[in-house]
């Protein structure tokens, strides 16, 4: 890997904060605006009923899913524990991911694949490029 740059960290810190900014969006307009977070998991749960996944098991996740998404979103954000968060992030991805499969929701499947692109990079590059806010306030 090459050394880091002054733009190759701005651009992961970018990268970073665009991610972090759409999960803690995606988990903020679920939990507190439209029909919140119950109107969600509900939804969710009715979209996901072809399915053979149980119902209160639909419905526990989505409850469950805006709360990590806005809390990752949070984290990266912040920049704090990020490669946890990324790793914590991966696995939201995957849990999503098997049930549009699961669904036969090719097009929000193809998505989410971007979605774990974008991760890959953020953890991949993680090393030498993320600073630490201390790092940022110094102008290391």
């Known amino acids: 890997m090459q050394p880091p740059t002054t733009e190759r960290q701005h ?5 970073r904060l665009f991610t972090g ?9 679920r939990i507190f ?16 009923a ?15 899913i805006p ?11 912040l920049g704090l524990w990020t490669r946890a968060a990324l790793m914590l992030a991966f696995l939201l991805m995957f849990v999503l991911l ?12 193809g998505t989410q694949l971007v979605y774990a692109a974008v991760l890959f990079a953020l953890l991949y590059l993680r090393e030498g490029q993320d600073r630490s806010w201390r790092a940022l306030v110094r102008g290391a």
């Open 11 to 15: 651009a992961y810190l970018l990268l």
């Open 98 to 109: 098997f049930g549009v499969t699961l669904k036969q929701d090719w097009t929000t499947a």
């Open 21 to 29: 900014l759409d999960f803690f969006m995606h988990g903020f307009a």
């Open 50 to 64: 072809t399915t053979p996944l149980p119902a209160r098991l639909l419905l526990a996740t989505g409850y469950a």
């Open 33 to 48: 605006t439209g029909s919140h977070l119950g109107g969600f998991a509900e939804s969710m749960a009715r979209s996901m």
């Open 67 to 77: 709360c990590v998404e806005l809390f990752l979103g949070t984290l990266l954000l």
